[in-house]
């Protein structure tokens, strides 16, 4: 059933996304892998991973207003062992911060970092990374994220893929919070605009968008309809 006044969507509206400018791609999909790719519905570009923790990874840089490019897999650094031999690391991603500064990003699963000592290579390598290629290097894992940032980064980037797609849900939301400097509980929101679940979508929208934000204790949990939400300060030029 199709949920009140729902707009008939324009195939025809939609862009492809940009290739992946990744320097290397996954290899094939074996048994067990999680390897694909998807879209940075920022910047409509493709990116590729070859682990459900790298994804994770690049649905949360996805998230992050801070983050102005996200490049998967960029071009290998080279670097000097502790041996002596020269070797080459190509980092998972490359992001680009709205302050000018590039962090390359390395993940691993927190257990092969304890047993492989990743974080003693990975500071080598960072000693050696030019700054045209990166002011610092990081290390993520899965003890970085918590399952509700994880599930929020995926709710973000499924809602980012319908911007454009319902602007009378998002432009109802608006009217709703527009010049309120109150707290509202998506539920509420929901239920004035009559709109159900279009609604709720378009909140996660706007979310998005940088037009709300959740309120500070909401921050580490998992997004849903009694979440809190606030009108961003001086959204409306951000627009």
Same mark, same amino acid.
């Given at each position: 059933?199709?949920?009140?006044?729902? /707009?008939?969507?324009?195939?025809?509206?939609?862009?492809?996304?940009?290739?992946?400018? &990744?320097?290397?791609? /996954?290899?094939? *999909? #074996?048994?067990?892998?999680?390897?694909?790719?998807?879209?940075?519905?920022?910047? @409509?570009?493709?990116?590729?991973?070859?682990?459900?923790?790298? *994804? @994770?990874?690049?649905?949360?840089?996805? &998230?992050?207003?801070?983050?102005?490019?996200?490049?998967?897999?960029?071009?290998?650094?080279?670097?000097?062992?502790?041996?002596?031999?020269?070797?080459?690391?190509?980092? =998972?991603?490359?992001?680009?911060?709205?302050?000018?500064?590039?962090?390359?990003?390395?993940?691993?699963?927190? +257990?092969?970092?304890?047993?492989?000592? %990743?974080? +003693?290579?990975?500071?080598?390598? &960072?000693?050696?990374?030019?700054? #045209?290629?990166?002011?610092?290097?990081?290390?993520?894992?899965?003890?970085?994220?918590?399952?509700?940032?994880?599930? @929020?980064?995926?709710?973000?980037? #499924?809602?980012?893929?319908?911007?454009?797609?319902? =602007?009378?849900?998002?432009?109802?939301?608006? =009217?709703?919070?527009?010049?309120?400097?109150?707290?509202?509980?998506?539920?509420?929101?929901?239920?004035?605009?009559?709109?159900?679940?279009?609604? %709720?979508?378009?909140?996660?929208?706007?979310? %998005?968008?940088?037009?709300?934000?959740?309120?500070?204790?909401?921050?580490?949990?998992?997004? =849903?309809?009694? #979440?809190?939400?606030? &009108?961003? /300060?001086?959204?409306?030029?951000?627009?």
């Amino acid at each position: 059933m199709r949920e009140p006044n729902m /707009p008939i969507h324009n195939e025809n509206s939609w862009t492809p996304p940009l290739p992946t400018r &990744a320097t290397r791609l /996954p290899p094939l *999909r #074996s048994r067990g892998s999680c390897r694909g790719a998807l879209t940075d519905t920022r910047r @409509n570009r493709t990116l590729v991973y070859e682990s459900r923790l790298k *994804r @994770n990874v690049a649905l949360m840089l996805i &998230a992050r207003r801070d983050v102005v490019d996200i490049h998967d897999q960029p071009p290998a650094v080279l670097y000097v062992d502790v041996e002596g031999k020269p070797r080459q690391h190509t980092f =998972d991603f490359l992001a680009v911060l709205a302050d000018g500064r590039k962090i390359a990003i390395a993940v691993k699963p927190a +257990e092969k970092v304890e047993h492989s000592r %990743f974080d +003693e290579k990975l500071a080598l390598i &960072a000693a050696q990374t030019p700054k #045209s290629f990166a002011d610092a290097a990081a290390l993520w894992t899965d003890a970085h994220m918590s399952r509700s940032a994880v599930a @929020n980064a995926e709710l973000l980037h #499924s809602a980012s893929r319908d911007i454009g797609l319902d =602007d009378q849900a998002d432009e109802a939301v608006r =009217d709703i919070v527009r010049n309120s400097t109150g707290r509202w509980k998506i539920a509420d929101i929901v239920s004035r605009s009559g709109l159900a679940g279009r609604a %709720f979508r378009a909140v996660i929208r706007l979310i %998005f968008l940088g037009e709300l934000t959740l309120a500070d204790e909401e921050r580490d949990q998992r997004v =849903d309809y009694e #979440s809190i939400v606030v &009108a961003t /300060p001086l959204c409306e030029g951000a627009r």
